[in-house]
């Protein structure tokens, strides 16, 4: 890879830290023809730590018109283009990438995964397993194992998994006579603005 900064932060798979790079990296501006395997990276990892692809279609929008006509940026976008999309998402992931490209193709997809599963955990009482498999992107068989060892139950007569809703960490909410006081000044400033 072009840069051993990104390497050492792949190794480390901190991809905020990668995300950052890239952005002090663009604001600098080098010459184009370096920045293609960066802008490759920068795409991804947009998706990989938002999980969404809004940051990532602005991103396109600034690189420049001449880098947007490669090949492998080309397949990068179309992985943007489709992540609302789970079927059209995993195979656009399926194309060929430079090698440089591979492991965060791999990150992008178990982070997408997971998300899904999540998703997946909290919204639905039951679900088939070929919907499951369109959503994950992976065989029955995979589904099976991968879904059966978090705790999803078969229901064996309707052909359907049960799943178990993920507990996230919920953020700590104030109590008391800080949540009191913060209040009080959230309303007297207002009054004092009108």
Known sequence: MTFPE????????????????CQDIELK??????LIPLYGVYLITYLIVDGQNTNARFLWKRIPSDLKQKDSLKAIYNI??????????YKSLGQQFPAEYIPFIAALKESYQLRT?????????????ESTCSYLG??????????LARGWTLDKQSNTLIPTPVKKPGAKLPTGY???????????FLEKAL
């Open 117 to 129: 599963f999540e998703l997946i955990s909290n919204s639905y009482s039951s679900i088939t397993i």
């Open 178 to 188: 800080s949540q009191l006081e913060s209040l009080t000044n959230s309303v007297l």
């Open 6 to 21: 990104i390497q050492k932060l792949l190794e480390a798979r901190n991809f905020a830290a990668i995300l950052t790079y």
């Open 138 to 147: 992976i065989s029955a068989d995979e589904a099976s194992q991968y879904l």
């Open 80 to 89: 943007v283009k489709n992540m609302t999309d789970y079927q059209d998402f």
């Open 29 to 34: 501006k080098p010459s184009n023809e370096t």
